[in-house]
């Protein structure tokens, strides 16, 4: 079983966009008793609230539930509970750094690492382009799902 942990600052628009997305993929690609997955914060702003309206809006333009989710925050413990903690962006990844003291097993990571144009996913919180936020997400969903694919197929 490979786990999967989807992270951004407040776990209402990104990481859950990610979470609900790649989901789906894995669904659609029979592999759920394979891959799981889920999503949390760096920060504790959020936390208990449900996906923010507009990230909901967009995941069900795609057919996509979200429903029951809250965000939570980032622990200690989800290092040793994941195989892959990927951030949205780098303040993420420094925000997981901090919190683990490093990344001794090579978990971490960027979502968009798993696509052709590695970088940072734009939040939509600030710059309220949820379709754009949608486009890189789920492009780096893709590329993440194929390379699991391969190490599976192993």
């Known amino acids: 079983m490979k786990k999967v942990l989807f992270v951004c600052h407040g776990n209402i628009c990104r990481s859950p966009m990610a979470e609900f997305c790649f989901r789906e993929m894995v669904e659609k690609a029979g592999l759920s008793g394979e ?14 609230n449900p996906v923010y309206p507009p990230a909901r809006r967009q995941l069900e333009k795609q057919g996509i539930s979200c429903e029951g989710k809250r965000a939570r925050r980032l622990t ?3 290092y040793q509970a994941y195989d892959l903690l990927l951030g949205m962006d ?5 925000n997981m750094e901090r919190l683990f003291g490093g990344d001794p097993a090579g978990k971490l990571g960027l979502l968009l690492d798993y696509t052709d144009a ?4 734009a939040d939509p919180w ?3 382009d949820f379709d754009a936020a949608w486009r890189d997400i789920s492009q780096g969903c893709q590329g993440l ?3 699991l694919q391969g190490e599976l197929a192993r």
Do not use: F, K
């Not at 891959?35 to 760096?42: E, H, K």
């Open 126 to 128: 600030y710059t309220g």
């Open 118 to 121: 590695p970088g940072e996913v």
């Open 35 to 48: 891959i799981q997955t889920a999503s949390a914060a760096t920060s504790g702003e959020e936390l208990g």
């Open 145 to 147: 799902l194929s390379a």
């Open 90 to 94: 780098r303040a993420n990844l420094r």
């Open 76 to 78: 200690r413990q989800d």
